[in-house]
Structure formats: C-alpha cells, structure tokens
C-alpha cells in the first residue's frame, strides 16, 4: 500500500486551463503539505493542512487554491494555469508539524 | 529567520570513495535536523535524522552528527555505490519557527562505476 498517493502522475495541459491534483495518505498522519519542486530541484512549500485547517499558506499566488475535506485527503486546484507553473508538485504528510514527513511520488506538471 | 545551507552540486564520485555533502544551518532555537534523499522520477524519503546536539543520525551507511558548536550536520559515507546516485536535501524543524521545516537546496551526487 502506497502511503502517500497523489494523481495524477503527468499532467500536460495549456495555458489557461485548470487543473487539480488530488493527494491521499493513509498514515493516519494529522498534518498535510504540498511542496513545489522548479527544474533546479529547489523544493518550497505551498500549504500545510493540520486537522483540516490551514496552517502554512506561503506566498503562492491565489490561483492556487488548496481543499482538505478530511484529514486523510488534501487537493490542490490550479486556476489560469501559466508557463510557470510548470515544475513538480509533492503532496507530504507527517504526524504533527516538525516531525519526519512522508513524500508522494510526485505530479509532474507541464504547461504548454 | 531559520535557514539551511548546503554545499552546491553536482558532486561527482568514483565507486567506493568517501563522501561528505556539508550542511550548515541557522536556527533561533534547538531545531531538530534531518537528511532527505531523492531518487531520480521519486519523492524524498527521509535518510537519517538527530533531535539534540551531538546525536548521530545514521541509515545505509549513511551518517550525520548533530554539531550544535559549528550548527552543522554534515552528510558522510565512507563507500558510495552506483545506486547512492541522487539529490541529497539537509533540513531543519525549529519549535520556534513554528515547526515548519526548512530545506536546503539539495546537492545532487552523481556516483560513477
């Protein structure tokens, strides 16, 4: 059983669409990430979701809008997608902030 | 504010020499330091970690030694193999920066036969 899954895996799309990606764990963890990762593998973190609420929210434009409708499940939705979205997306979770985190295997996005 | 710095890649090994990736860190409390490993097409797993100064994380013939005096966390093996090939992230969880993890930018070791 994966412990963190996240779909989908690639993602091609055009400018201006929208697009989701969806992201589960089933650690039992309370706390739910979503990280950037750019071409230079330089990782930065978007949201962090503790019992459902936001508790992380760096500045990421607002067409980035994140969704936990339970603690096990954390979405991200990407309005008016742009060139520069285009980069990695790790779903992560981890039992309280500051403890060890899990990755997902990444959602490789690529707007054209 | 908490930060993590970490020596620039590529770095590029022959078989079985030894490694280190440095890691220097700055925190206003008594973080919590870890390294992550990535393999190419994956997510990062956690490699080894130390909690309190002087602690020595060690996983895969990989250690790391908590050196609160220099605020250090340096990566070693002492005999990389092929498949050790990867990006190596150190990072830092600090109580008093809320708990939120910080990540250095990742040095990337290639490992050749």
């Known amino acids: 059983d994966t412990a963190v899954s996240q779909t989908p895996k690639y993602l091609v799309t055009q400018m201006g669409n929208d697009k989701s990606i969806k992201c589960e764990q089933n650690?039992?963890?309370?706390?739910m990430y979503w990280y950037k990762q750019d071409s230079k593998k330089f990782l930065k973190i978007m949201f962090s979701?503790?019992?459902?609420?936001?508790?992380i929210n760096e500045t990421v434009p607002n067409r980035f809008s994140p969704k936990s409708p339970d603690k096990a499940h954390l979405n991200l939705h990407i309005n008016s997608l742009e060139l520069g979205d285009s980069a990695v997306y790790f779903c992560?979770?981890?039992?309280?902030?500051?403890?060890?985190?899990?990755f997902g295997e990444g959602s490789w996005l690529t707007v054209v | 504010g908490d930060s993590v710095t970490q020596m620039e890649g590529p770095v590029t090994l022959s078989e079985e020499a030894f490694l280190t990736i440095n890691c220097t860190y700055t925190?206003?409390?008594?973080?919590?330091l870890f390294w992550y490993v990535q393999y190419p097409g994956e997510g990062l797993q956690l490699l080894l970690k130390?909690?309190?100064?002087?602690d020595k994380g060690s996983n895969k013939g990989f250690e790391a030694t908590y050196r609160k005096e220099t605020t250090s966390f340096h990566l070693e093996k002492g005999s990389v193999q092929v498949s050790d090939s990867a990006v190596y992230f150190c990072?830092?969880?600090?109580?008093?920066?809320?708990?939120?993890?910080?990540f250095g930018a990742g040095t990337r070791l290639f490992v050749k036969a």
């Open positions: 990072a830092l969880s600090d109580r008093t920066g809320g708990f939120k993890t910080i």
């Open positions: 979701y503790n019992n459902k609420e936001l508790i």
């Open positions: 925190a206003t409390g008594y973080p919590s």
């Open positions: 130390a909690t309190k100064a002087d």
């Open positions: 650690l039992g963890h309370d706390t």
């Open positions: 992560a979770s981890s039992q309280e902030s500051g403890n060890t985190i899990y």
